[in-house]
């Protein structure tokens, strides 16, 4: 468990080295937005685009960040995930955390251990599950819709989290193609010291379900891989 948690720790720190020393470059403000019938028309164009009522009907979800070291398979419909960190096996149950168990680990764990292994595996899901689904989040509880109009004239999708998950209060614009499809966001969030920060959402799939998932972002010079994502009924 210690080294899991050393080598998540050196690699939170080379991912944000790596994204300040390119994102100065590009550090912006957050932009202005109006919020309304016409952010909520455009959040919707988004939905409609990715096959919104497929991901809704979605059971299971699968997939895999950190080049394979945190695997993932949520049970959408029952609010429990299976998540594998390295050698060490945990089930979330996302309705009742307090019921999450460690399943399987390599070695005996005390009770403060594996609360702080449920602890781990609950944050690394809300953030990596974001990766994959974040633009079918846009109308969850507590998130703002703004519509900000950009220099070349086409409009983006500004949200904002107020609550709920790991770090309430994070902003991402969305940047869509002329049919809403979402190409890329711009991110003002507690992690990164820099605004405006982009990362692209590429290789999208059209799983068994229907529903559309990301496979790869390019952030900076990082490329984040989702690994073999499934998405079934």
């Not at 690699?11 to 944000?16: A, C, N």
């Not at 080295?17 to 309304?36: D, Q, R, S, Y």
């Not at 945190?70 to 307090?98: Q, R």
């Not at 972002?217 to 998405?231: E, Y």
Request: with cysteine.
């Amino acid at each position: 468990m210690r080294r899991f948690f050393k080598w998540t720790g050196i690699v939170v720190v080379v991912i944000l080295i790596a994204i300040v020393t390119w994102g100065f470059i590009a550090n912006e403000a957050l932009p202005e937005g109006k919020a309304g019938q016409e952010a909520d028309a455009l959040a919707m164009k988004m939905l409609t685009s990715l096959n919104y009522s497929k991901y809704q009907n979605s059971r299971c979800i699968e997939w895999s960040f950190k080049n394979g070291a945190n695997h993932y398979k949520w049970d959408k419909k029952l609010g429990k995930v299976t998540v594998t960190l390295e050698d060490t096996k945990i089930h979330l149950n996302l309705n009742a955390p307090k019921k999450s168990e460690v399943l399987d680990a390599s070695t005996s764990l005390s009770k403060e251990e594996k609360t702080a292994l449920i602890n781990k595996a609950l944050e690394n899901f809300n953030n990596d599950s974001f990766w994959l689904v974040a633009p079918y989040k846009v109308f969850d509880n507590g998130v703002t819709r703004k519509v900000v109009s950009l220099d070349s004239g086409e409009k983006a999708l500004l949200i904002t989290y107020n609550s709920g998950g790991t770090t309430p209060g994070d902003s991402y614009l969305w940047l869509l193609n002329d049919n809403g499809f979402p190409n890329a966001f711009k991110m003002w969030v507690k992690i990164i010291p820099i605004g405006g920060v982009k990362a692209t959402w590429d290789d999208w799939q059209v799983m068994d379900s229907g529903a559309f998932l990301p496979k790869t972002h390019q952030l900076g010079p990082i490329t984040l891989n989702m690994g073999d994502i499934k998405a079934y009924n």
